[in-house]
């Protein structure tokens, strides 16, 4: 359970922070995060970077930057296993009261988590950073974000909220939640959405990036929408038995049609053209509903392993 925590009370913040060659990005970074925190006293603050296998200059830039600031722990994975195992990584080894996962080109402004940290002292145990102008992104980011979450929440029970990202505030009792799960294929956004507790969202404008590109293209949005969907919902194989049924309904009901034509009319020859219409239709139905088998399938397998969310290289700073 959350403790209640008076408003003079000093807590620690953990900020956790995943990077893939984010080079330009780390220092500019560091730097709003001090203009926000070092007028701060009653927050200690513990700034977690997790280097998911960074083939630029990123952990070199990161040591520099630890040198000069106590604050700044890195945790370097042994390759890159992507932002959701590093995302995991960090909120299974920070130490704080509170965590904020955020990422590092300020897309998400760390001005904005005194507003949280003000939320959860009132009471909320999880405090969203909800996005209200997305002008940042392209249109077709914005469009296919938007029919992700509603076709996402029609098939599952845990609802995820239009407009969240990573970026929220989390107590302690969160983390602890989250790291009971086990699973090894992670969709973030689902697992926050799915364990609860008592929610809040704070509104904000997103900027555009402060250096560098994002790593996410098409391709990878793709597959993490199917990562999301299908971790949480077994709508897709329900849709293929409906689908069925109402194949076999209409066969039934031509096949019915056909014999009383043979009757009134005599032998009717069928054309050529209708009949690989139906075949390359319904055999390539087939094949969808196979891939969709596929794609639980070869979760289920996965998962069968139990092998490790990620693996550490090396952990700099005090984190144990």
């Given at each position: ?9 000093t807590?620690?913040?953990s900020?956790?922070?995943p990077?893939?060659n984010?080079s330009?990005?780390?220092?500019l970074?560091?730097?709003s ?5 070092d007028s701060?006293p009653?927050?200690?603050l ?6 998911d296998?960074s083939t630029?200059?990123t952990?070199?830039?990161l040591?520099?930057?630890q040198n000069v ?11 890159n296993?992507?932002?959701e195992a ?7 080894m920070c130490?704080?009261?509170?965590v904020?996962?955020?990422d ?5 402004p760390?001005?904005?988590?005194p ?6 002292r009132?009471g909320y ?6 996005r209200i ?17 509603r076709l ?11 407009n969240?990202?990573d ?7 969160v983390?602890e939640a989250?790291k009971e799960?086990p699973e090894?294929?992670r969709?973030m956004?689902g697992?926050f959405?799915?364990?609860?507790f008592k929610?809040t969202?704070?509104d904000?404008?997103r900027p555009?990036?402060?250096?560098g590109?994002s ?20 709508d897709p ?14 066969s039934?009901?031509?096949a019915?049609f056909?014999?009383l ?5 005599g032998i ?13 239709f319904?055999?390539?139905?087939q ?8 794609e639980y399938?070869?979760r289920?397998?996965i998962?069968s392993?139990?092998r ?13």
């Open positions: 359970m959350t403790q209640s925590t008076a408003p003079e009370t807590v620690k913040l900020l956790v922070v990077v893939f984010e330009e990005t780390v220092a970074f560091i730097d995060v001090s203009n926000v925190f701060e009653l927050i200690e513990e700034i977690l970077f997790i280097n296998g630029d200059d952990l070199l830039r040591l520099e930057l600031d106590s604050r700044i722990h890195v945790v370097e994975l042994s390759r296993f992507g932002k590093a995302l995991t990584a960090g909120l299974q130490s704080g009261d509170i904020v996962p955020i590092v080109d300020l897309q998400d760390p001005q904005l988590i507003a949280m940290i003000g939320k959860w009132e145990e999880v405090v969203l950073g909800r102008d997305r002008d940042s992104d392209s249109w077709a980011k914005r469009s296919s974000a938007n029919w992700f979450y996402h929440n029609k098939m599952t029970s845990s609802k995820i909220p239009e969240v990202g970026f929220r505030l989390m107590d302690r009792c983390v989250l799960l090894s294929r969709f956004k697992l959405a799915w364990v609860g929610t969202h704070i904000y404008a555009q990036r402060s250096a590109t790593k996410f293209n098409g391709w990878k949005l793709w597959n993490f929408a199917l990562e999301g969907i299908t971790s949480f919902s077994t194989l329900k849709i293929w038995t409906y689908l069925g049924l109402m194949f076999s309904a209409i039934f009901l031509l019915i056909i014999a034509k043979v009757i009134v009319h009717d020859v069928p054309g050529y053209a209708s009949i690989m219409v139906a075949v390359t319904l055999g390539g139905l094949l969808i509903g196979i891939g969709i088998l596929g399938l070869g289920t397998y998962e392993k139990r490790p969310i990620y693996l550490v290289r090396q952990i700099y700073g005090s984190k144990s």
